[in-house]
């Protein structure tokens, strides 16, 4: 990896989490309202898989699709962090125009197909984001990001087992953060190591990897969506993490201990990054901190500005985008009666 | 009489029903070990144990599945899904299954579950956790469907479903889980049948279910300040829905208005004015109104979500539009 791309993904972590712990203050403040399900912990999971995937090149981006806890994997595949959070302050000039919501941003310009609330959806859609490139022959794959806990729908199953049969390229990463909501994955889950789950099972290639470790995440998601793309097959990938807050704002407590919790921090994706740059003398303390003034700076100054000065969608518009304005596009000759 | 949370209520049921018969389990996400979402199985993890709280994995058809299969065979699970719009999984296992196993079977098999569920919008939960869907349920046959409005129902109308041998859905909501009543100390029971005059009045009869009684409670008394006197039925059923009492209400009052938090088309509003009209037509001296939420997926920006669900001034300017005030 190069020295600069080591500094650009640190920035990018540290933004991210500085990002979410905006959001959890705004949502104190009653800026952000419903559900708000933060990141914080996972960062090298998203940062490195994404950044490992085809971006930045708008609609020849990959797909991405998620679950709920989806801000930042909007940021990484494109969406601009500005309009993230202007969607999480309801306004019109939000990603998906005040009308989603946290668990909602969709940025259709950059191949993001969406954050969805209901745990498991995700895995079909995202099967068939792939059969679309697949039918379209453009050499796009679809990568879809769901928890440890999603792997109990039934969904799961079924769309594991026809993406393998019709050979779809879809890349499943699975962010095993051990919980879902406060259920422990011991007490859900019969075989809790994930890629177990699908090798035999579904006849797909599967492997599970340190998902605190930015390094580790970069270089077994390259292997992965390599595959992906050159044998047009799906790949099951595992990232062991762990979330640093709360289940969603509200969130029961009491059903994990300190001691895990303080393992865990031991392994903070960002703090250890930091030491091994430092380690490596290419950043100093002192860079890390202007980095973060920066960052706190650009998130104040630009990206909630942004959010609160921007307009509310308009009341009289409430019925938009229920339906296509045009009552039928398609219709290109005179209608029959 | 005590002073009683919603969800305790329905705790107590849980807690009364658990300790007289071991047959009655619980099973839903989180409501072990963590208590429940909402409370309702707080602590009964630890007094009843693993097997009888059952903490079960995000597979909302299957679990619901084994809940009906186990009630074939004489237990009586209490499911609770987090939320209706995630109910929407478990529709194959409940329509297909719970509500018909009785009548393929000639009626040698029984599917005596509890199925309970919020449904309704709280505060910018968005699209894909606001759903309503009663209407869904109570066009099945086969199936039983309650909205309890109050602690009062939500005690006696759990305990009893449980002791129902049919299916029962009993429709929750957001917003009421921590609304108070007092309510007898002694054990009681509530029909699963039967709305209930829950204000008396003469001029307009208001009908709501759920969430939508203190609406229609609330528009009420400022009908009440303009010389109007409202009555206030709860349908509390949905299935079967009690014609008769709302024939009494409408043949007194003579106008009506039905206020339901779902969207309107073939919803509950639509069932209930159909009723009227086949029940007692000549009785009306006026058009009946549906208050009801706009044909949208609910927004998540607060004022739109605010414009396309129902409020209490909605219902109140309702009324007037019956009886021809505005
Ligand atoms: C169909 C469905 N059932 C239940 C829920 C409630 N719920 C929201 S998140 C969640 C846990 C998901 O856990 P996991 O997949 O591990 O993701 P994590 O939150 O840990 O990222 C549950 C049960 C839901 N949103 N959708
Ligand atoms: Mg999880």
Known sequence: MKDADKKRLLRE?????????RCFEAYMERKIGGFLHLYSGQEAVATGV????????GEKNDYVITGYRDHIHAIKTGAPAREVMAELFGKETG??????????????????MGGYALVGQPFPLAAGL??????????????????????????????LNMASVWNLPVLFVCENNGYAIGTHIDRSTAQPEQYKRVDTAYNIKSSQHDGMNIETVLKEAKKAIDYVRKEQKPYFIEFMTYRFRGHSMSDAKG?????????????????????????????????????????????????IKFAEESPEPKVEELTRYVLDDNPDPRWVGPLQK | ????????????????????????????????????????????????????????????????????????????????????????????????????????SGGQLQCPIVMRTPGGTAHQLAAQHSARLARMFMSTS????????????????????????????????????????????????????????????????????????HLCLEAAKRLEADGISAEVVDLRALKPIDRETIRESVEKTHNVLVA?????????????????????????DSQPVRIHAADVPVPYNAKLEKAAIPHADDVYQGALKVLGKI
């Open chain 1, 50 to 57: 994404l950044d490992m995937a085809r971006t930045g090149q």
């Open chain 1, 95 to 112: 990603s998906s125009k005040g009308r989603g919501g946290s668990m909602h941003i969709f940025d259709a310009s950059q191949n993001f």
């Open chain 2, 260 to 284: 339901e938090e779902d969207e309107a088309p073939v919803g509950v509003g639509s069932e209930i004015i159909t009723g009227i009209i086949e029940d007692c037509f000549f009785a009306l």
């Open chain 1, 255 to 303: 059903y994990r201990t300190r001691d895990e919790e303080l393992e865990w921090e031991q392994r903070d994706p960002i703090k250890n990054f930091s030491k091994n740059l430092i380690k490596e003398g290419l950043i100093t303390e002192q860079d890390i901190k202007a980095m973060e003034k920066e960052i706190d700076d650009e998130i104040e100054n630009d990206i």
């Open chain 1, 130 to 159: 792939a059969m679309g490139a697949k039918h379209k022959g453009t050499d796009q794959i679809a990568i879809c990001f769901l928890g440890d806990g999603a792997n109990n729908q039934g969904t799961f199953h079924e769309t």
């Open chain 2, 1 to 104: 009489m005590a002073e009683t949370a919603y969800w305790e209520a329905i705790r107590r049921a849980h807690d009364e029903e658990m300790a007289r018969d071991k047959m009655v389990i619980a099973m839903g996400e989180d409501i072990g070990v963590a208590g429940g979402t909402y409370k309702a199985t707080l602590g009964l993890y630890d007094k009843y144990g693993e097997d009888r709280v059952i903490d079960c994995p995000i597979s909302e058809n299957s679990y619901t599945g084994i809940g009906i299969g186990a009630s074939m065979v004489g237990m009586r699970p209490i499911i609770e899904i987090m939320s209706i719009n995630f109910a929407l999984l478990a529709l194959d296992t409940i329509v297909n299954a719970a509500a018909k196993i009785r009548y393929m």
């Open chain 2, 142 to 213: 086969g199936l039983r469907v309650v909205t309890p409005r109050g602690p009062l129902d939500a005690y006696g109308m759990l305990k009893s479903a449980i002791r129902s041998n049919d299916p029962v859905i009993i429709i929750e909501h957001e917003q009421m889980y921590n609304l108070k009543e007092d309510i007898p100390e002694e054990e009681f029971f509530r029909s699963l049948e039967g709305a209930e005059v829950v204000r008396e009045g003469t001029d307009i009869t208001l009908i709501g279910y759920n969430y939508s009684v």
């Open chain 1, 13 to 21: 972590m540290i933004f991210f989490r500085r990002f979410e712990d």
